[in-house]
């Protein structure tokens, strides 16, 4: 389909503040023209029903059907109740890939040196298979499960987006020092398909290696691909070395499904009050027009965003500033 052609993409506003940035997000995508029109999907904690599926299947089919989707963010009990809304959608959804780019905002102060990584990490196996027994009083054992099927689908992912997006190298980070069989063949598997895509260059890291140098030479690095936890961590430090929470966007990626949000929470202590920082969202939703070819829209949108961040007049609070996310919102539609 060409650029023109309308599109409908599932939104869930979300819990907390993702009302508020998710308007953001349909304001500036409708400023840009963006061929998009919403089908809202009020998933939420406050609408689980008990003794009834988390999330209704019918909510299920129409985003499976729709392809494309923005989540804010779902408050999760923490400790008691039911499951996290988070986990039963990417598992009902089969979202195998996260891939959070994490790149230095001209304008943004940091501590570090420029950062311009994309961290992909492997969403479904690994440490999180929460394969956990107590063998005998005091002594635990705890499955990693790291399957051929989806490393290979996580590594190709990254080299199909490194290639997408003009990116030049691919490092595959790793124990497989110590994790001979496991990391071992999540390596393998990376090597493999690296074979496959001789225009980008293929480098592999440990991952302790690979911890230091990200704060000290971050330029090693251009697209990582991790396995679960590793990529979890991973992920967590690089976003801190650019600015943090309310700047970080990321992608989820299934075989037939795409969703996108933020990497922060639902902000209960500001919620409602106008005050959250939308860039995460906005960003997040670069990343989708981005997986849905619409490049042009994509560049222009995250374009006025930099430059309203760059300029630093209108800022919201969490960036030491003083607007309103409305107004901040205003601010990147007048750039468009
Ligand atoms: P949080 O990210 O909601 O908040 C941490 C701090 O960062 C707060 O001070 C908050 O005000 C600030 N913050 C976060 N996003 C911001 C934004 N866009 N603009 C300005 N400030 C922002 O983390 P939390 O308090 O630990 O979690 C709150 C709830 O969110 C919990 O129920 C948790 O389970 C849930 N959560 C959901 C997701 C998700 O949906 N993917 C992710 C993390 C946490």
Redesign the pocket.
């Known amino acids: 389909s060409t650029a023109n052609t309308m599109r409908t993409v599932a939104l869930i506003p979300?819990d907390?503040?993702g009302p508020e940035?998710s308007d953001a997000v349909k304001k500036v995508l409708a400023a840009a023209g963006v061929p998009i029109q919403w089908e809202e999907y009020p998933i939420s904690t406050k609408n689980v029903v008990p003794g009834q599926d988390l999330i209704p299947s019918n909510v299920l089919d129409s985003i499976r059907r729709l392809g494309y989707g923005i989540k804010g963010?779902?408050?999760?009990p923490?400790g008691k109740g039911h499951k996290s809304l988070?986990l039963t959608l990417r598992q009902a959804l089969g979202l195998y890939a996260n891939v959070r780019p994490c790149r230095t905002i001209p304008g943004i102060q940091t501590k570090f040196p420029a950062v311009d990584v994309v961290i992909i990490r492997e969403n479904t196996e690994g440490e999180y298979v929460g394969l956990e027994h107590e063998v005998v009083p005091g002594v635990v054992e705890s499955l990693k499960v790291i399957t051929r099927v989806a490393s290979e689908r996580v590594a190709r992912f990254a080299f199909e987006f490194a290639r997408q997006n003009k990116r030049r190298r691919v490092t595959a980070i790793h124990k497989a020092s110590v994790l001979k069989l496991s990391d071992g063949m999540f390596l393998d598997c990376c090597r493999r398909i690296a074979a496959e895509y001789p225009d980008i260059e293929f480098k592999e890291a440990l991952i302790e290696l690979c911890s230091g140098y990200l704060i000290s030479q971050p330029e090693r690095y251009d697209v990582l691909v991790l396995t679960n936890l590793a990529g979890d961590i991973i992920s967590d430090l690089a976003a801190g070395l650019v600015g943090g929470?309310?700047l970080t966007a990321s992608l989820n990626k299934g075989e037939h499904t795409v969703l996108a949000?933020?990497?922060?929470?639902?902000?209960?202590?500001?919620a409602g009050k106008d005050?959250?920082?939308?860039t995460?969202l906005l960003l997040s939703a670069v990343l989708l027009l981005r997986d849905m070819g619409l490049q042009e829209h994509a560049n222009r949108i995250e374009h006025a965003i930099y430059t309203v961040l760059r300029e630093g007049q209108v800022r919201?609070?969490?960036l030491g500033g003083k607007a309103l996310c409305s107004e901040y919102t205003q601010a990147i539609i007048s750039k468009l």
Request: avoid cysteine.
């Open positions: 979300g907390g503040i940035i963010p779902l408050e999760t923490i988070n929470l309310g949000e933020a990497v922060h929470g639902t902000a209960p202590d500001i005050l959250a920082n939308p995460a919201t609070r969490d």
